[in-house]
């Protein structure tokens, strides 16, 4: 593969492992040092528990989950030649509890949360950043339908200039971190 640009996991069964990054003029790759924050964080949490990666890309974040230990991580893609990519990354692991999925994120994400129902979910909320035509309003459809679904932690990546809410439906920021032009921001159900 000459010229494509690599990610590589960087923790746990998989350490080492190198997946294809897709075309950076339809996707952005998360950052290592944003990567590595997430799974710092969710040392104790990610253990058995269902991983969600929305706007997969890669799928670096839901393999990276598999490989710390996820029960089984979804990497969600709307983009086709993203997918293509995805899914060959989730092949080449040939780990069963890596499902890559083609589709709306916003379909999607429900329907993978009801087969999962009582189980510890992890949604990982990774929208683009420049708001192409078919992404007007993400943020705001985002916080709506992210507000009624049923997971544990929701951790959404955006852009530092953007700020995210306190308060989505039942859950509420309890840690936010800043890395340059990329911010994380944590959610958990308000108790």
Not at 51 to 76: D, H, P, Q, R
Not at 101 to 107: I, P, R, W
Not at 145 to 153: P, R, T, V
Request: hydrophobic fraction near 40%.
């Amino acid at each position: 593969m000459k010229n494509s640009l690599f990610a590589t996991i960087s923790s746990g069964k998989y350490k080492g492992k190198k997946l294809t990054l897709p075309s950076l003029s339809t996707t952005r790759s998360t950052k290592s040092i944003v990567k590595e924050s997430v799974f710092n964080s969710l040392q104790s949490d990610i253990y058995g528990a269902i991983f969600i990666e929305l706007f997969g890309g890669s799928g670096l974040m839901a393999a990276t989950a598999v490989s710390n230990y996820a029960k089984k991580a979804y990497a969600i893609e709307i983009d086709k030649a993203a997918f293509n990519s995805l899914k060959s990354n989730f092949a080449t692991l040939g780990d069963s509890d890596l499902v890559a999925l083609h589709g709306d994120t916003f379909e999607l994400t429900p329907k993978i949360i009801s087969q999962n129902a009582g189980q510890k979910i992890i949604l990982y909320v990774d929208p683009p950043f420049d708001i192409r035509d078919e992404f007007h309003g993400i943020y705001e459809r985002l916080y709506n339908i992210l507000g009624k679904m049923e997971a544990d932690i929701v951790i959404i990546e955006h852009i530092s200039s953007h700020a995210t809410p306190q308060k989505m439906g039942d859950f509420h920021l309890y840690k936010s971190r800043k890395f340059g032009n990329t911010s994380l921001s944590y959610y958990t159900k308000c108790i």
